[in-house]
């Protein structure tokens, strides 16, 4: 999504982000990808600024401000930061290549990442139903992980940036895989291995998980 901005136009990229929120993780893990130097403002999305009440009428984090342009929704501000800051690519050449990712990110944000809230913010019942459908999920796209070095493409592409921070919260979130998902966790170890990945965390989300040596 897409809005003007106010009057209070900033000068410099500002993300508006929130310290724990794994689709915000996402955003600033292309970031750090990207090389880019932005500011971070951190919030707390239950309390947001009056700034991004202003920019956002959804008021709802990630919300990307570049200059007079405002962008909200992981998906779309993710693209454009693709296509605004091209080197390295992250993204496909190839229109097949390209879709095949779009829609595993898709099914992210339209399953995944919902369950991830629910097992952060659910009541019991909520929690462990969630837990145990996430875990089927990853469980159920194991051979996905063993077929390239990254999720889909031979290279670190958008869709990385949206699987990883998922992977990076398992620990915290109760989730345990079996053996025979090794091939997620050996994913996982190459992509936290990245000095981007590391520039990418908060100091909340550091605390999540270990990164590997």
């Known amino acids: 999504m897409v809005a ?10 500002t993300l508006f982000s929130a310290p724990d929120c794994v689709v915000c993780h996402r955003i600033r893990l292309v970031l750090a990808a990207k090389g880019v130097t932005y500011d971070l403002v951190n919030i707390d999305p239950n309390h ?5 009440v202003e920019l956002n009428p959804y008021r709802s984090v990630p919300t990307l401000v570049d200059r007079d342009l405002v962008l909200y929704a992981a998906s779309v501000v993710s693209e454009y930061l693709d296509e ?6 992250l993204m496909p050449v190839d229109p097949l290549s390209r879709a095949r990712l779009r829609l595993a990110m898709l099914r992210m944000e339209l399953e995944w990442v919902p369950k ?12 462990d139903s969630a837990r145990k459908q996430l875990r089927e999920l990853l469980l159920g796209i194991v051979p996905l992980f063993k077929v390239s070095r990254f999720f889909l493409n031979p290279e670190m592409s958008l869709a990385d940036c949206a699987m990883a921070p998922i992977i990076w919260r ?3 979130l109760g989730i345990h895989l079996p053996k025979e998902a090794q091939a997620i966790e050996d994913y996982g170890h190459r992509i936290f291995r990245s000095p981007g990945f590391s520039r990418s965390l908060t100091p909340e989300e550091r605390g999540m998980a ?3 040596a």
């Open 170 to 172: 398992l620990p915290s």
């Open 48 to 52: 947001p600024p009056e700034e991004l």
């Open 210 to 212: 270990e990164l590997p």
């Open 4 to 13: 003007a901005a106010t009057t209070r136009t900033r000068n410099t990229l």
């Open 116 to 127: 991830i809230r629910e097992i952060q913010y659910g009541n019991k019942t909520q929690v």
């Open 84 to 89: 605004r800051y091209p080197h390295p690519p």
